[in-house]
């Protein structure tokens, strides 16, 4: 079984320009997180989707990240317009059940804007 | 709210030595506690995870860790070190009852040498 896949594995932009990542979460995982590790800071939450519905965005910094997951599939996060700050390992894990379960994380996508 | 301590951003054994990392969690309701670790270019992996039961929880690869609700501490151990276990060990907790969005500590880095 596929575990879960993250496009590209690394990103280099310029600031200003747009990025967007892939998820493709382990089939038939209804829950889809994305985490982000700034470096050398912890790994922390962004946002949360059950199927195609975003159940918690509060980890989401600013209008600049908009992610989606059409169908219930995979998801994009698309960072518009890239800034300095937004460097970092961004990682997406899947999980069959809402809660009490493990999660499955994806190798991440290392962003680096210059 | 909650949050994790991960004391020691770096520790570094001796092959077949203890291995300790630490781990301290602030929560006003009991947690779910996790330990992940990232090898080399890889993603995130569940070592071992605590929601009820007993304290004392074994993981993969000679892992295991205690939870100790008096000390709020869910310290990682391993009897003896392999060069294999050099990896990044990350803490994580979740609001037992809530959705598996975690809270991750800032990682310990493990370095064995010979």
């Known amino acids: 079984e596929a575990g879960v896949t993250q496009f590209p594995s690394h990103s280099v932009i310029e600031k200003g320009q747009t990025v967007t990542l892939r998820c493709d979460p382990i089939?038939?995982?209804?829950?889809l997180y994305w985490y982000r590790r700034v470096m050398g800071k912890e790994i922390k939450f962004l946002l949360h989707?059950?199927?195609?519905?975003?159940?918690?965005e509060s980890g989401m910094p600013n209008n600049r990240f908009l992610a989606e997951r059409t169908g219930g599939t995979y998801s994009t996060l698309k960072v518009q317009p890239a800034e300095l700050e937004d460097s970092g390992v961004y990682f997406c894990?899947?999980?069959?059940?809402?809660?009490?379960?493990?999660?499955?994380f994806g190798q991440g996508t290392r962003l680096t804007v210059v | 709210a909650q949050s994790v301590t991960q004391l020691g951003s770096h520790v570094s054994v001796s092959e077949g030595a203890l291995v300790l990392l630490r781990c301290n969690y602030s929560s006003s309701v009991p947690p779910y506690l996790f330990w992940y670790v990232q090898y080399p270019n890889q993603g995130l992996q569940l070592l071992l995870k605590y929601t009820t039961g007993a304290t004392l929880v074994k993981g993969i690869n000679g892992f295991e860790a205690e939870f100790k609700k008096s000390e709020t501490s869910f310290h990682l151990t391993k009897p003896s070190a392999h060069m294999s276990d050099a990896a990044e060990y990350f803490c994580a907790v979740v609001r037992s009852g809530g959705y598996n969005k975690l809270i991750f500590g800032a990682g310990t880095r493990l370095a064995v040498h010979p």
């Open positions: 089939s038939g995982h209804d829950n």
């Open positions: 989707f059950v199927k195609e519905s975003k159940q918690d």
């Open positions: 894990a899947s999980s069959q059940a809402l809660m009490n379960t493990e999660a499955f």
